[in-house]
């Protein structure tokens, strides 16, 4: 299973971008799905909606096995790499169905002051 993201780039302060992350591969089911940020010089966290105070939305589409977070009102100290996460079960080789975890290579978003 792989994890891609997108949509990363610069920003302006108070601008939005949307990133959206896709899982492809031997996939039977998601059952959840982040979206993590790791900020320089800081371990990585959950993007959760005590960190960033109303200003991000989660959404999922279940059919497309995809993530997007919208940010809206971006900050400087936003400015993080982004990595979306997946709990899921998906097949092995022998078509049989373990419990795994997945993570995207990361997406950097940048806001400018």
């Known amino acids: 299973v792989q994890l891609q993201a997108s949509g990363g780039g610069l920003v302006q302060t108070g601008g939005s971008l949307t990133l959206s992350c896709a899982a492809s591969?031997?996939?039977?089911?998601?059952?959840?799905m982040d979206w993590y940020r790791q900020l320089p010089g800081k371990e990585r966290e959950l993007v959760a909606p005590?960190?960033?105070?109303?200003r991000f939305t989660i959404s999922r589409d279940n059919a497309k096995n995809m993530v997007n977070l919208q940010m809206n009102s971006l900050k400087a100290e936003d400015t993080a790499v982004y990595f979306c996460?997946?709990?899921?079960?998906?097949?092995?080789?022998?078509?049989?169905?373990?419990?795994?975890?997945?993570w995207g290579p990361g997406t950097r978003v940048t806001v400018s002051s």
């Open positions: 996460h997946a709990d899921l079960i998906e097949y092995t080789d022998l078509g049989e169905p373990i419990v795994s975890a997945a």
């Open positions: 005590n960190t960033v105070k109303g």
């Open positions: 591969g031997n996939v039977r089911s998601i059952r959840a």
